[in-house]
């Protein structure tokens, strides 16, 4: 028989009696009446050419050609309702987008997955990282971490933290005072847009009051991951967000030998003033804000 003539009518009120032993019971389930159920299972006979029940006072038994059915049919129906469960499960969990840069999504946001599985574990996370600014009122994208001073038109933004710069090296260097400034490269990342207040090596030097000099030559990247990534391996001293190097340097992979510090940007979460947060971006944004208060 082509699946096209499968009589599904007639089969699922042949389960509902099979597993019901009745069928006023399946009619009831079925919310047909029992009539209907009977012809049903009358029609699903004469195609299949031999009884399927035997019928009794009150209730309904199998014969052997319905046994052979039964089991088949019963597996179909529970294999049908578990993906519709699961299909419907899904669909019912909210899921939020959150775009981020590389180096943040990368040593900030991914360290915390844990953390975020455990406290919001009804909500599937999407993270779109990017250094490209999308436009949230064009986008799926829900929440955006902006880093900067702005401002930023069309959004509205709240601060998540403000970063700190620090130099860094991998602890087998054996660097411990600025003087062995001049033994290593020195790391630098380039930002993608030119500030004055960009905590770059300059403005460190400034700060610490010394000439910017690097005698043991440079290593230059476009990202600041990979700066971070170069560090680690021992290749210079970088100097980077200590945000961002936090698992590193509790790890002891990084130190920080020395000072000064100097002040970063500040990371903003950011949603667009035109659209209402959903639920779960709701949520999602409460605790974006309490990890970066830990």
């Known amino acids: 028989m082509h699946r096209r003539f499968l009589p599904l009518s007639a089969l699922r009120a042949f389960e509902a009696a099979a597993r019901l032993g009745s069928f006023k019971a399946a009619a009831e389930e079925l919310a047909v009446t029992p009539t209907a159920v009977s012809h049903q299972i009358r029609g699903l006979e004469q195609q299949v050419g031999a009884a399927l ?32 469960e699961r299909l419907t499960e899904a669909r019912q969990r909210p899921q939020v987008v959150i775009s981020a840069t590389n180096a ?33 009122r064009s986008t799926a994208v829900d929440i955006a971490i902006r880093y900067g ?11 998540l933290f403000t970063d700190r710069f620090a130099p860094v090296a991998n602890p087998r260097l054996g660097v411990r005072t600025v003087e062995d400034l001049a033994r290593w490269p020195l790391i630098y990342f380039e930002w993608r847009r030119h500030h004055p207040d960009n905590p770059t090596w300059k403005r460190w030097f400034a700060d610490a009051q010394r000439p910017e000099e690097s005698p043991a030559g440079e290593l230059r990247f476009s990202d600041e991951g990979h700066a971070i990534q170069a560090a680690v391996a021992g290749e210079g001293i970088a100097l980077v967000s200590q945000a961002l190097v936090a698992q590193e340097l509790a790890a002891g992979q ?16 950011a949603i667009s003033a035109e659209r209402s947060l959903p639920h779960g971006a709701r949520a999602v944004l409460a605790w974006l804000k309490a990890q970066a208060a830990v």
């Not at 035997?54 to 050609?65: N, P, S, Y």
């Not at 975020?116 to 490209?132: C, K, M, N, P, W």
């Not at 920080?256 to 990371?267: L, V, W």
Request: no cysteine; glycine share 8%; proline share 8%.
């Open 254 to 269: 990084l130190h920080q030998p020395f000072g000064p510090s100097i002040d970063g940007h500040t990371y903003h979460v």
């Open 53 to 84: 029940f035997t019928r009794q006072v009150r209730r309904v038994a199998l014969t052997d050609a319905g046994a052979l059915l039964y089991p088949v049919l019963r597996d179909g129906f529970d294999a049908f309702q578990a993906a519709l």
């Open 104 to 136: 943040f999504t990368a040593k900030w946001l991914l360290p915390r997955m844990g953390a975020f599985r455990r406290d919001l574990a009804g909500i599937d996370l999407q993270v779109q990282a990017s250094d490209e600014i999308v436009d949230l």
């Open 149 to 159: 001073r702005g401002p930023y038109p069309g959004l509205t933004v709240e601060p």
